[in-house]
Nanobody
Framework: QVQLVESGGGLAQAGDPPRLSCAAS????????MGWFRQAPGKEREFVSA???????TYYGDSVKGRFTISRNNARNMFLRMNGLQPEDTAVYYC?????????????????WGQGTQVTVSS
């Protein structure tokens, strides 16, 4: 069982890109793929990025490729650095985890979820 807690959301300021954090507890993380998803009002949950805890391999959704960076550390934390933010990046951002059976972009393939953190980008 993996528990996930996100932090770092809020109102994004120009020149100060936010960095979201996800603290993971429980489970053996080297057996997991960890990911970030987001959901804007009235829209489906969208894949943002994922990282293999064991290999460090990463994958990005087309809408954030080249702007966002996913990473993790040895203290069971995952991060999402968000550069080049646009108003359409406004959403609730969720941390998620699934057993490491390969990268996956479908949200229904993830087993564990955090409570989400709101990121708001003004125009």
């Amino acid at each position: 069982q993996v528990q996930l807690v996100e932090s770092g959301g809020g109102l994004a300021q120009a020149g100060d890109p936010p960095r979201l954090s996800c603290a993971a507890s429980g489970g053996t993380l080297t057996r997991y793929i960890m990911g970030w998803f987001r959901q804007a009002p009235g829209k489906e949950r969208e894949f943002v990025s994922a990282i293999s805890w064991s290999s460090g391999g990463t994958y990005y959704g087309d809408s954030v490729k080249g702007r966002f960076t996913i990473s993790r550390n040895n203290a069971r934390n995952m991060f999402l650095r968000m550069n080049g933010l646009q108003p359409e990046d406004t959403a609730v951002y969720y941390c998620a985890a699934r057993r490491d059976n390969g990268m996956e972009t479908r949200y229904d393939r993830y087993d564990y979820w955090g409570q989400g953190t709101q990121v708001t980008v003004s125009s």
